[in-house]
C-alpha cells in the first residue's frame, strides 16, 4: 500500500555472494600471520572448499608461510631490532636444514612447520616447485622451512663481547725464525777458517784448573759511563784447538763513588805451551797490585794528579811482570817464554769525574770515537818533546835502546865488560789520562782487534754504525760486534769499550 510504497520493498539479509574464484591478491586467512583464530573478517559458509592454499602465495614484498594446521593465535610482528636473533624451541621445530646458496634470507617466521610429502630431500634445489608468478612483477623467495634469518657470511664472527676482539680466521701467526745468525765479515771475502770453534783444547785431568773458556764476556755501569768487556778465542785457535792466549780481567774495588773500576787484558807470548798461565798470572799479579793502591789511585784520579799517576802505575807494572820473570824462573821456564803484554784502564765511580787512565806494556791498540769518527790515540814513546801533558807525563827515565841518561850532560855509561851480557830491551811502558765527553766511546784492546782496526777499514765504518747511535748495546750485541771477522786476522780478540753518557 501507501506505506509500502514509501518504505520501498525490503532487503534481503544476507545475500549470498556469488561464488567465483578467489582475489589473486588476498591470501586465505590461515596463511596471513596477522589473522588469529578471533578474526572478525566474516566468512561465507556457503562458499565450496577449494584446493589448499598453494606453498608459496603471491604478496608483494616478501612470499607468506605455507599454511599451517590450526596455528595459534599470534600477534603483528614488529621491527628487528639490530643484532637480535630469534630462538625457536627445539621441540617445536625441526633441526633447519641449510639454505640454498642463491636463496634470500626469509622475513617471516612461521608457527610451525607443515609435513612434508614424500619425495627427495629438501636440500635438492629439484625437489622444490617453482613459486608462481607476483602481480608485480617481484620474484618471491624459494620457499624453505623454518630457520633463523640467514645472515651472509662474514669475513670473522662478532664478538659475544665488545671488549673482546676475534682475530681472522686466515690471519697467519708470526712463527720466531729457526735460523741462527751467522757472524758477519768485512774485507775482500770471508775468512778461510770456520766462524765457530771446532775443537776444543787438551786436557789434563791433573790439572784441570788450566782450562780455559773459549769466551769471556762482562760488564758493568758506574756513574756516567757504561762498560762492556770481552775475550775471544781467535779463529785460528778454535780450528787448531789450542787454547786462548788472551786473558781478561774486570774488578771494582771500593765502594759508592769511591770505587775504583780496573780493566786488565793480557797476551802470552806465541807458540809457548804456557802462554795462556803467563797471560792469567799478569792480570791477577796487577789487579792485586791495584787493588791495594785503589784509595790513592782513585785519589789521584779525581784530583788529576797525572805525574803521581805515570810514576805509581809505572812502579806497579814493573812489579807485577818482575814476579812473571820470578815464576817462570821457577818454573825452569825461559823469561822470554813466560812472559805477556799487559794493559789496563781504571775509571772511577764518581759521575763527576771523567778522567780515564791508560796505562800497560805491550802492542794492542786504544781508540776513541768521537763524533762518528775514529781517532788512534794509541801513546807513542821514544818522541816525546815539550813539557809533560796529558797522556804522557814526565820525560822517560830510559832511552828506547835501554841507555839511561846521566842529569843534563847527555853522557852515557857505557857498560862494563865484566857484567854479563844485558838482557833483551822490554817493551816501553806506556800511560795516557784523558778526559771524556758525552757521547764518546773508548775502545781498549789487544792486537787481535788493533791490528785489523787499523788495517781494514771496513771494520771500522761497521763499529762506527753499530755504536755512534743508539747508546751502548747489551753484552750479546757487544760479543757480536767484536766477532766481526776480517780475512787474515785470526788471533784472540779481547776488548773493553766505555760509552760516556
Same mark, same amino acid.
Given at each position: 500500500?501507501?506505506?509500502?510504497?514509501?518504505?520501498?520493498?525490503?532487503?534481503?539479509?544476507?545475500?549470498?555472494?556469488?561464488?567465483?574464484?578467489?582475489?589473486?591478491?588476498?591470501?586465505?586467512?590461515?596463511?596471513?600471520?596477522?589473522?588469529?583464530?578471533?578474526?572478525?573478517?566474516?566468512?561465507? &559458509?556457503?562458499?565450496?572448499?577449494?584446493?589448499?592454499?598453494?606453498?608459496?602465495?603471491?604478496?608483494?614484498?616478501?612470499?607468506?608461510?605455507?599454511?599451517?594446521?590450526?596455528?595459534?593465535?599470534?600477534?603483528? +610482528?614488529? =621491527?628487528?631490532? =639490530?643484532?637480535?636473533?630469534?630462538?625457536?624451541?627445539?621441540?617445536?621445530?625441526?633441526?633447519?636444514?641449510?639454505?640454498?646458496?642463491?636463496? @634470500?634470507?626469509?622475513?617471516?617466521?612461521?608457527?610451525?612447520?607443515?609435513?612434508?610429502?614424500? *619425495?627427495?630431500?629438501?636440500?635438492?634445489?629439484?625437489?622444490?616447485?617453482?613459486?608462481?608468478?607476483?602481480?608485480? *612483477?617481484?620474484?618471491?623467495?624459494?620457499?624453505?622451512?623454518?630457520?633463523?634469518?640467514?645472515?651472509?657470511?662474514?669475513?670473522?664472527?662478532?664478538?659475544?663481547?665488545?671488549?673482546?676482539?676475534?682475530?681472522? &680466521?686466515?690471519?697467519?701467526?708470526?712463527?720466531? @725464525?729457526?735460523?741462527?745468525?751467522?757472524?758477519?765479515?768485512?774485507?775482500?771475502?770471508?775468512?778461510?777458517?770456520?766462524?765457530?770453534?771446532?775443537?776444543?783444547?787438551?786436557?789434563?785431568?791433573?790439572?784441570?784448573?788450566?782450562?780455559? @773458556?773459549?769466551?769471556?764476556?762482562?760488564?758493568?755501569?758506574?756513574?756516567?759511563?757504561?762498560?762492556?768487556?770481552?775475550?775471544?778465542?781467535?779463529?785460528?785457535?778454535?780450528?787448531?784447538?789450542?787454547?786462548?792466549?788472551?786473558?781478561?780481567?774486570?774488578?771494582?774495588? *771500593?765502594?759508592?763513588?769511591?770505587?775504583?773500576?780496573?780493566?786488565?787484558?793480557?797476551?802470552?807470548?806465541?807458540?809457548?805451551?804456557? !802462554?795462556?798461565?803467563?797471560?792469567?798470572?799478569?792480570?791477577?799479579?796487577? %789487579?792485586?797490585?791495584?787493588?791495594?793502591?785503589?784509595?790513592?789511585?782513585?785519589?789521584?784520579?779525581?784530583?788529576?794528579?797525572?805525574?803521581?799517576?805515570?810514576?805509581?802505575?809505572?812502579?806497579?807494572?814493573?812489579?807485577?811482570?818482575?814476579?812473571?820473570?820470578?815464576?817462570?824462573?821457577?818454573?825452569?821456564?825461559?823469561?822470554?817464554?813466560?812472559?805477556? @803484554?799487559?794493559?789496563? +784502564?781504571?775509571?772511577?765511580?764518581?759521575?763527576?769525574?771523567?778522567?780515564?787512565?791508560?796505562?800497560?806494556? $805491550?802492542? $794492542?791498540?786504544?781508540?776513541?770515537?768521537?763524533?762518528?769518527?775514529?781517532?788512534?790515540?794509541?801513546?807513542?814513546?821514544?818522541?816525546?818533546?815539550?813539557?809533560?801533558?796529558?797522556?804522557?807525563?814526565?820525560?822517560?827515565?830510559?832511552?828506547?835502546?835501554?841507555?839511561?841518561?846521566?842529569?843534563?850532560?847527555?853522557?852515557?855509561?857505557?857498560?862494563?865488560?865484566?857484567?854479563?851480557?844485558?838482557?833483551?830491551?822490554?817493551?816501553?811502558?806506556?800511560?795516557?789520562?784523558?778526559?771524556?765527553? &758525552?757521547?764518546?766511546?773508548? +775502545?781498549?784492546?789487544?792486537? %787481535? +782487534?788493533?791490528?785489523?782496526?787499523?788495517?781494514?777499514?771496513?771494520?771500522?765504518?761497521?763499529?762506527?754504525?753499530?755504536?755512534?747511535?743508539?747508546?751502548?748495546? $747489551?753484552?750479546?750485541?757487544?760479543?757480536?760486534?767484536?766477532?766481526?771477522?776480517?780475512?787474515?786476522?785470526?788471533?784472540?780478540?779481547?776488548? !773493553?769499550?766505555?760509552?760516556?753518557?
Amino acid at each position: 500500500m501507501g506505506s509500502s510504497g514509501s518504505a520501498g520493498p525490503s532487503a534481503p539479509a544476507d545475500p549470498p555472494a556469488p561464488a567465483g574464484p578467489p582475489r589473486p591478491a588476498d591470501p586465505p586467512a590461515s596463511a596471513r600471520p596477522w589473522a588469529g583464530a578471533d578474526s572478525s573478517a566474516p566468512v561465507d &559458509p556457503s562458499a565450496p572448499a577449494g584446493p589448499s592454499a598453494p606453498p608459496d602465495p603471491p604478496r608483494p614484498a616478501a612470499p607468506p608461510p605455507p599454511a599451517g594446521p590450526s596455528a595459534p593465535a599470534a600477534f603483528p +610482528l614488529g =621491527p628487528t631490532p =639490530p643484532g637480535y636473533r630469534a630462538e625457536v624451541p627445539p621441540s617445536a621445530v625441526a633441526p633447519p636444514a641449510p639454505p640454498p646458496p642463491t636463496a @634470500s634470507p626469509a622475513s617471516a617466521v612461521p608457527a610451525a612447520v607443515p609435513p612434508r610429502p614424500p *619425495g627427495p630431500p629438501l636440500d635438492t634445489p629439484a625437489a622444490l616447485p617453482p613459486p608462481p608468478a607476483s602481480p608485480g *612483477g617481484a620474484q618471491p623467495d624459494t620457499w624453505a622451512p623454518h630457520t633463523p634469518a640467514a645472515e651472509p657470511p662474514a669475513a670473522a664472527p662478532s664478538p659475544t663481547r665488545p671488549d673482546l676482539s676475534v682475530p681472522a &680466521p686466515y690471519e697467519p701467526v708470526p712463527v720466531a @725464525s729457526q735460523e741462527r745468525p751467522s757472524v758477519a765479515h768485512v774485507g775482500s771475502g770471508p775468512p778461510t777458517y770456520d766462524a765457530e770453534p771446532t775443537a776444543l783444547p787438551p786436557a789434563d785431568p791433573d790439572g784441570l784448573d788450566d782450562l780455559v @773458556s773459549d769466551t769471556v764476556l762482562d760488564g758493568a755501569r758506574y756513574g756516567t759511563s757504561t762498560l762492556r768487556a770481552v775475550s775471544v778465542r781467535g779463529d785460528s785457535a778454535r780450528y787448531r784447538g789450542e787454547p786462548r792466549r788472551d786473558a781478561l780481567l774486570t774488578a771494582r774495588f *771500593g765502594t759508592a763513588e769511591q770505587a775504583l773500576v780496573l780493566v786488565a787484558m793480557a797476551t802470552g807470548a806465541r807458540a809457548t805451551p804456557g !802462554a795462556h798461565r803467563a797471560a792469567a798470572e799478569a792480570c791477577r799479579w796487577i %789487579g792485586r797490585a791495584v787493588g791495594r793502591s785503589h784509595a790513592r789511585l782513585a785519589e789521584d784520579i779525581r784530583a788529576a794528579r797525572r805525574g803521581d799517576l805515570k810514576s805509581g802505575l809505572h812502579r806497579l807494572t814493573d812489579r807485577s811482570l818482575g814476579k812473571l820473570r820470578a815464576s817462570a824462573a821457577e818454573q825452569g821456564v825461559e823469561p822470554e817464554d813466560y812472559t805477556a @803484554s799487559l794493559r789496563c +784502564l781504571l775509571l772511577t765511580a764518581d759521575p763527576e769525574c771523567r778522567t780515564r787512565v791508560f796505562f800497560g806494556v $805491550g802492542d $794492542g791498540g786504544l781508540f776513541r770515537l768521537r763524533d762518528g769518527e775514529w781517532q788512534d790515540i794509541e801513546p807513542r814513546t821514544g818522541d816525546t818533546v815539550g813539557e809533560p801533558v796529558v797522556g804522557f807525563g814526565s820525560l822517560p827515565h830510559e832511552t828506547p835502546e835501554g841507555d839511561r841518561l846521566t842529569m843534563d850532560l847527555g853522557i852515557t855509561t857505557p857498560p862494563s865488560p865484566y857484567e854479563p851480557a844485558p838482557a833483551p830491551p822490554r817493551a816501553p811502558f806506556r800511560f795516557r789520562a784523558s778526559v771524556a765527553r &758525552p757521547g764518546d766511546t773508548l +775502545l781498549l784492546c789487544t792486537g %787481535g +782487534l788493533a791490528d785489523p782496526l787499523r788495517g781494514e777499514p771496513g771494520l771500522c765504518e761497521h763499529l762506527t754504525t753499530r755504536w755512534s747511535t743508539g747508546g751502548p748495546p $747489551g753484552l750479546a750485541a757487544f760479543l757480536a760486534d767484536t766477532q766481526v771477522r776480517v780475512k787474515g786476522y785470526a788471533d784472540d780478540r779481547t776488548a !773493553a769499550a766505555v760509552w760516556e753518557a
